[in-house]
């Protein structure tokens, strides 16, 4: 009989991200805070007598790489491999989350076919071992395995989880045309930073980079009792956030085209309390204290941009979402 195995893979933003430099080994250094959100793509693994992988996709397949390059596939082929898993596995995706938005959609397929083939392996691999495997995939990958608030380093695949944000109303916007590469956003910031190789003193930013997070993060958490009872002086204060904890690639990004001021400008303009690009774009993202601003943004927005409602996630949402 087959056995079929079911997840919802949740996108991401960076709430910051900030580039160190380029390494010797040709990536760059960075330091982040990835969030999940609650756009996702769902995922069904068909486990069946017989053999080999196959992969169907429905949903927002324009512009979907070649099979052969599908973090998803190339996730079920490494879990295969490493945990030796016998029979056909079919990946079925139904894609929501869009390609090429910076918001991890291939990077969290991956992760939730690693999740739900280590819950089928003959013997349960450690989650060490489904880590590893997760960094060898994409520098994403780890921190869309473990969910909800995480801090990464490296080259983003080196994973901390931070406590949890609250849920607060999101959303997501992008131009309809311009669309954005993340080796030409690398290439474009290494021009600008001619000769900017990491050293040992550079990796020191990371307390920097920290000390930052825990000033502006906490905005972001759910108010203690004390905070609630202190009624709308609180509300009027939280949250600050344009203290430092900015997107590295966003000055670049917004030259290509004048659609990224627009959005951006319209998004402050309705009362947004964040705005910023998340990874390298298309996608910009948008927190609200409250549905309704981020309802009324999404309707202004909706007819002249993509874009799409949500709100973030906690590590424990995310890993149920993974684990069904």
């Not at 017989?50 to 169907?56: A, K």
């Not at 819950?119 to 994409?138: F, M």
Request: proline share 7%; aromatic share 6%; net charge positive.
């Amino acid at each position: 009989m087959p056995r079929r195995l079911r997840a919802r893979a949740f996108a991401k933003v960076n709430l910051g991200l900030k580039i160190v430099g380029r390494r010797p080994d040709g990536f760059h250094e960075l330091r982040t805070v990835f969030q999940t959100i609650s756009l996702a793509d769902a995922i069904e693994i068909t486990l069946a007598p017989g053999s080999g992988l196959r992969l169907e996709v429905t949903g927002l397949t324009a512009g979907l790489p070649p099979e052969a390059s599908n973090l998803a596939l190339r996730a079920a082929e490494a879990a295969r491999d490493a945990w030796r898993l016998a029979g056909q596995i079919v990946v079925r995706l139904d894609k929501q989350i869009p390609l090429r938005a910076g918001l991890g959609g291939g990077s969290a397929d991956a992760a939730a076919v690693l999740r739900l083939l280590a819950q089928a392996a003959p013997r349960k691999p450690r989650p060490a071992a489904v880590h590893a495997l997760a960094r060898q995939l994409g520098a994403d990958v780890p921190a869309l395995l473990l969910g909800g608030t995480v801090l990464g380093v490296g080259r983003g695949d080196e994973v901390y989880p931070l406590a949890d944000l609250a849920p607060w109303p999101c959303l997501l916007a992008m131009p309809l045309h311009a669309q954005v590469s993340t080796p030409a956003a690398f290439a474009a910031w290494d021009r600008d930073h001619p000769g900017n190789l990491t050293s040992a003193a550079a990796s020191a930013t990371i307390m920097e980079f920290c000390s930052l997070v825990d000033q502006v993060l906490p905005a972001f958490r759910r108010p203690s009792k004390v905070s609630r009872n202190r009624g709308a002086r609180s509300n009027s204060q939280a949250p600050k956030v344009h203290a430092g904890i900015e997107n590295d690639f966003q000055a670049g990004v917004f030259s290509l085209s004048p659609d990224f001021p627009r959005i951006h400008q319209q998004l402050w303009r309705a009362s947004a309390a964040w705005v910023s690009l998340t990874g390298s774009g298309a996608a910009q993202f948008a927190l609200f204290r409250q549905a309704k601003l981020a309802a009324q943004a999404w309707t202004q927005l909706r007819d002249r941009f993509p874009s799409w409602r949500a709100r973030l996630v906690s590590r424990a949402e995310a890993q149920r979402a993974l684990q069904k």
